[in-house]
C-alpha cells in the first residue's frame, strides 16, 4: 500500500436504514482500492449502527466511531480528527457513489498535484426518481489547473455550483494547516468550510462528470416544510452565514483577489432569507423574520456587497418590500390592538 495515495472517505450516519445499505455498497464497489471508510454513527436510534457494525465487522478498511447525536458538523470533524489518507471525502450515508468516482478524482489530484479535485453530480428526486444533473455543461465545463480562488470564482459565477463538499477530494494536509472544520450546530456548514478551503487552495480542477448521486427526499434539510416559529429559526443559520462569509472576506483581504463573486454570494444568501419572508404564510413569523434581518444587520450587509447591477436591482427591490412589509404589519397590529381595547367598552 502506498499511504501518499490513500484517501480517507468520512460518512456521518444517522438513522439512514435501508439507503445505507446502498450507499456502503457503492464505497465497496469502488474502483480506487487505497481508501479508508469512516463511519461515525451520530446516535442513531434505527437499525443504522447495527447496520454499520456488520461492515466494520467483516471489512477491515471500513472503521466505526460511535457519538451521542451532537449533528453532522461534529461527526465529520470526529472523523477527520482520525483519518490517516493523504486525501479526505466526504458521503452522505443516503447517497451513493459512482464506481469510478474516487479513481477519478484522485487520479487527477495526483497527476496535477492538486489540493482539491471535484466533479459533477447527478441530482434524484427519491420519490419519482427524476434525476438531473447538478450543474449543466452549458453553465461549467471541466477545467485546467487553476487556484482554489480562480476555481472558486468560475463555480460561483455558474450560478449552478453549490458549496457541498461530497463532490470532491481534499488534501488532508492542508485541512490540518488550516485547522479547518466544520461549525457545529449549524446548517449549510458546508458553505463556510469550502469557502475557506477554496481561499486557501493553491492547486484545484474539475471535471465535469458526474460522478456521485444526491438523493433528494421530505427529510432533506433544504426540503422541510418550516413555517412560523420554525421558519424563523431556520433562516437564522443563513443569516449567520452572512455574517461569516463577510467576516472571511475581510480576514483574507490582501492575502488573495476578494473577487466580485465572494462579495456577491453574500448578497445571494441573504436574498434568500428575503423570499422566505415572502413565503411565510404566517404574518407574526414573517415580522419575526425581518426583525431579525434588520437587527442583524443582514439588509445593510446585502447591499454593500453588491457587484453587479442586476443583483443591486433585486437588493434595493427587497429593501423597499421589506421596508413596505414591515410598516403594513404594524399597521395590522395597531388595528388589532384598537379592535381590542374597543372590546373592553
Known amino acids: 500500500m502506498n499511504d501518499s495515495q490513500k484517501l480517507s472517505i468520512i460518512m456521518p450516519l444517522y438513522n439512514a436504514g435501508n439507503d445505507f445499505i446502498a450507499c456502503m455498497d457503492s464505497l465497496l464497489a469502488q474502483t480506487w482500492r487505497d481508501l479508508e471508510i469512516i463511519i461515525v454513527n451520530d446516535g442513531s436510534t434505527d437499525n443504522s449502527g447495527e447496520l454499520a457494525q456488520r461492515y466494520a465487522d467483516a471489512h477491515a478498511h471500513i472503521h466505526l466511531i460511535h457519538q451521542t447525536n451532537a449533528g453532522a458538523s461534529v461527526a465529520r470533524n470526529r472523523g477527520m480528527a482520525v483519518a490517516s489518507g493523504d486525501y479526505v471525502a466526504f458521503v452522505d450515508a443516503d447517497d451513493i457513489v459512482y464506481p469510478t468516482m474516487y479513481e477519478t478524482l484522485m487520479n487527477m489530484a495526483l497527476e496535477d498535484g492538486l489540493d482539491v479535485a471535484q466533479c459533477n453530480a447527478d441530482w434524484c428526486d427519491r420519490r419519482t426518481g427524476h434525476t438531473w444533473l447538478s450543474i449543466p455543461t452549458d453553465r461549467l465545463r471541466s477545467t485546467g489547473v487553476l487556484s482554489g480562488p480562480q476555481w472558486l470564482r468560475q463555480a460561483l459565477a455558474s450560478k449552478r455550483w453549490t458549496h457541498v463538499v461530497w463532490m470532491g477530494v481534499y488534501r488532508r494536509e492542508l485541512i490540518n494547516q488550516l485547522k479547518l472544520q466544520f461549525i457545529p450546530g449549524l446548517h449549510h456548514q458546508d458553505i463556510i468550510w469550502s469557502t475557506e478551503f477554496m481561499y486557501n487552495a493553491k492547486r484545484a480542477r474539475y471535471t465535469e462528470q458526474p460522478l456521485y448521486k444526491y438523493f433528494l427526499h421530505d427529510q432533506s434539510i433544504s426540503r422541510l416544510k418550516r413555517r412560523g416559529g420554525k421558519n424563523v429559526a431556520y433562516q437564522r443559520h443563513y443569516i ?40 411565510e404564510p404566517s404574518p407574526s413569523a414573517r415580522q419575526a423574520m425581518i426583525r431579525e434581518i434588520i437587527d442583524s444587520g443582514t439588509h445593510l450587509r446585502m447591499l454593500r456587497n453588491v457587484r453587479s447591477p442586476q443583483v443591486g436591482y433585486q437588493a434595493a427591490l427587497w429593501l423597499t418590500r421589506l421596508w413596505r412589509m414591515r410598516q403594513g404589519g404594524r399597521r395590522a397590529m395597531t388595528r388589532a390592538m384598537r379592535r381590542r381595547l374597543a372590546s373592553f367598552w
Open 240 to 279: 449567520k452565514i452572512t455574517q461569516l462569509l463577510e467576516k472571511m472576506n475581510r480576514d483574507y483581504a490582501g492575502k488573495i483577489t476578494l473577487y466580485p463573486e465572494f462579495h456577491q454570494q453574500i448578497t445571494r444568501e441573504a436574498l434568500r432569507v428575503c423570499h422566505a419572508v415572502r413565503k
